[in-house]
Nanobody, 126 residues
Framework: QVQLVESGGGLVQAGGSLRLSCAASTSTFSDYHMAWFRQAPGTEREFVAALRRTGPIQFYADSVKARFTISRDNVKSTAYLQMNSLKPEDTAVYYC???????????????????WGQGTQVTVSS
């Protein structure tokens, strides 16, 4: 079992930037597919971005393409989400997710990920 801890959330004005971090407590970080999801009040948790363990192919939700970038540092066992040009509709709790194993499963499906962080709040003011 791997533990994931997100950080980097906060309050930012529209048009601003934040970088979220997800620290993973595992010695085999390179074996995990990584992803970011978000959940606003009253909504379902939705896919944001994913990075397969075989990298460097990145996947993004249409709503964040060209604005967000997912990356990973296998030496630090950390995944990142760089968020630029933030909009008020980006306001949500952002969750880091991980899945160990083979290629099977959809990168955008919440059920594809077995491990989750506690979430970090991102609030974008207009």
């Amino acid at each position: 079992q791997v533990q994931l801890v997100e950080s980097g959330g906060g309050l930012v004005q529209a048009g601003g930037s934040l970088r979220l971090s997800c620290a993973a407590s595992t010695s085999t970080f390179s074996d995990y597919h990584m992803a970011w999801f978000r959940q606003a009040p009253g909504t379902e948790r939705e896919f944001v971005a994913a990075l397969r363990r075989t990298g460097p192919i990145q996947f993004y939700a249409d709503s964040v393409k060209a604005r967000f970038t997912i990356s990973r540092d296998n030496v630090k066992s950390t995944a990142y989400l760089q968020m630029n040009s933030l909009k008020p509709e980006d306001t949500a709790v952002y969750y880091c997710a991980a899945r160990e194993g083979a290629y099977t499963g959809s990168y955008s499906s919440i059920t594809s990920y077995a491990y989750w962080g506690q979430g970090t709040q991102v609030t974008v003011s207009s």
